[in-house]
C-alpha cells in the first residue's frame, strides 16, 4: 500500500517509516522539519536499504498537499492511506502558547482531511493520546472511559478525535483508526535513530538517558507521595518499535466505514519513576544519580492502559521490555550524544 506519512521525519514517525517499509508498503514522508532534521530519514534510507521519498511541507499547506497527493497517483501509485502524526506535542509549550497549538494541530487535521477528501483518500490512521483521559477515573483504562483533556495539547487531540468520529459518520466510506499511544520510549535496536529532544527535555527517559550520559547531572523525581506502591509516578512505557507496529497493525486492519477504531497502544502495564531509573542504571552499568523534588503540577499518580482492544481487533501485543527500551535508548544515546547534530 502506498501510505502518505505526516510528521514522517519526527521520533515516532521515523520508526514507523522502517516498519512500515519492511512490511512491504510504499511510503511517502510530508513534514516541515520544525521539530526533526532530515538527518533522520537519511539513517531510515540508511536501515531500510532505499531513499525515503520526502517533501519538505507544512500540513497546513494545501497547495502543496494537493500537489503531492496528484503527483502520487500521476505516477501510477496514488495514496491510499495516510498515518497523521505531524502536530506539536509539548505540554507545557500548550498552555503559553495555546492558539499555535489549535492551529497546528486542529489546522493541520482540517486541511489533510480536506487535500484527502479531494485525492479520494479515504483512510487515516490518527496520533493520538492516553493524555484526553486527563486524571483517568481508573486503571488499566479502556477505551470507552471519559475524555477529558486536562491540557491545551490533549484538547487538540480531543478536537481532531470529534472531527475524525464525524468525518467516518459522513456516510462517505471513510475508514478511521485513532490510536491513543501511552509513553513511547526506546530507539530502533540499530541506535541509528531514536528520540532527539531539543533543549532539557520533559519526558522522563530521555532525562534520565542524559543524566546516563553525562550530558545533565541527577534527576528530579517528581513527587515519592502518590498513591502508588512506591509513591512515584506509574506509567505505561511502550516502546516505539512496538508503538510502530501497532501503526502496520492498524493499516492492516481498517474498521468498517461509519464508525472509527479506538484503540490504546500500551503495554497493560505500569512502572514507577524508581523502577525506570533503577532498570536503566543495571542496564547501562552506570549510576543514574536522583533526588525526590516536588509534584509536577498537573501530573497524575498512575496511568496504564487496559490494552484488550488492541489485542483482539488488532491481533497485535506490545513484545519489548522497559529493560528493552532502556537498553536501545542508552545505546542511541552513547552513540549520538547529541542527536542528529
Ligand atoms: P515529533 O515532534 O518527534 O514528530 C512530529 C513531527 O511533525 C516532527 O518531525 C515535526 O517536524 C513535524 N511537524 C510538526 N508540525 C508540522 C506541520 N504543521 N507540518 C508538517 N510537519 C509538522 O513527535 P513524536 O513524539 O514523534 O509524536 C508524533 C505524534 O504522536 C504527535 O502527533 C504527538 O502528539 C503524538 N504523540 C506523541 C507522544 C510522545 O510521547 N512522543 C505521546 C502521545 C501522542
Ligand atoms: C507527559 C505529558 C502527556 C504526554 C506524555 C507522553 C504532562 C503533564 N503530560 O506525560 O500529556 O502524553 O508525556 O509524551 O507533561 N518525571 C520525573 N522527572 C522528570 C520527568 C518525569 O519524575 O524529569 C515523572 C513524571 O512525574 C511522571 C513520569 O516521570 O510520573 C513520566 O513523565 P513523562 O515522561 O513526562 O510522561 P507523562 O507524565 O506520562
Known amino acids: 500500500m502506498h501510505v502518505l506519512v505526516t510528521g514522517g521525519a519526527g521520533y515516532i514517525g521515523s520508526h514507523t517509516v522502517v516498519t512500515l517499509i519492511g512490511a512491504g508498503h510504499r511510503v511517502t514522508v510530508v513534514d516541515d522539519l520544525s521539530n526533526s532534521s532530515e ?37 501510477g501509485h496514488p495514496v491510499e492511506a495516510v498515518i497523521h502524526f505531524a502536530g506539536l506535542k509539548a505540554v507545557g509549550e500548550s498552555v503559553v502558547e495555546p492558539v499555535r497549538y489549535y492551529d497546528v494541530n486542529v489546522g493541520s487535521a482540517v486541511v489533510l482531511l480536506a487535500a484527502m477528501h479531494d485525492a479520494g483518500v ?13 486524571d483517568p477515573v481508573c486503571v488499566p483504562i479502556p477505551e470507552d472511559a471519559v475524555v477529558q483533556p486536562a491540557n491545551p495539547y490533549g484538547r487538540t487531540k480531543a478536537v481532531i478525535e470529534g472531527l475524525l468520529r464525524d468525518v467516518a459518520a459522513s456516510g462517505t466510506g471513510w475508514q478511521v483508526s485513532l490510536l491513543r499511544y501511552f509513553n513511547p520510549v526506546g530507539a530502533h535496536p540499530s541506535g541509528r535513530i531514536g528520540e532527539d529532544p531539543t533543549g532539557t527535555p520533559n519526558n522522563l527517559l530521555p532525562f534520565v538517558a542524559q543524566v546516563a550520559v553525562g550530558r545533565r547531572r541527577e534527576v ?12 512515584t509516578g506509574v506509567r505505561d512505557y511502550i516502546h516505539v518499535v512496538d508503538l510502530a507496529l501497532g501503526h502496520v497493525a492498524a493499516l492492516d486492519r481498517p474498521p468498517a466505514p461509519g464508525t472509527p477504531l479506538v484503540v490504546n497502544l500500551g503495554t497493560g502495564t505500569g512502572a514507577s519513576v524508581l523502577e525506570v531509573i533503577r532498570t536503566f542504571s543495571e542496564v547501562a ?35 519489548r521490555s522497559l529493560a528493552d527500551a532502556c537498553a536501545d535508548t542508552w545505546r542511541w544515546q552513547r552513540s549520538n550524544p547529541n542527536g542528529y547534530r
Open 39 to 75: 538527518e533522520s530519514l537519511r539513517r531510515v534510507g540508511e536501515l531500510t536499504g532505499q531513499p525515503v521519498a520526502f517533501h519538505r511541507l507544512d500540513v497546513r499547506d494545501r497547495r502543496g498537499l494537493d500537489e503531492m497527493f496528484a503527483r502520487a497517483a500521476s505516477s
Open 122 to 134: 479515504r483512510r487515516i490512521v490518527f496520533s493520538s493520546s492516553a493524555t484526553v483521559y486527563g
Open 220 to 231: 528530579a523525581i517528581f513527587g515519592d507521595d502518590y498513591d502508588t506502591p512506591d509513591g
Open 285 to 319: 552499568g552506570v549510576p543514574v544519580p536522583y533526588r525526590i523534588a516536588p509534584r509536577r503540577p498537573g501530573d497524575v499518580a498512575a496511568c496504564y492502559a487496559d490494552v484488550s482492544v488492541a489485542t483482539e481487533v488488532l491481533g497485535w501485543k506490545a513484545q
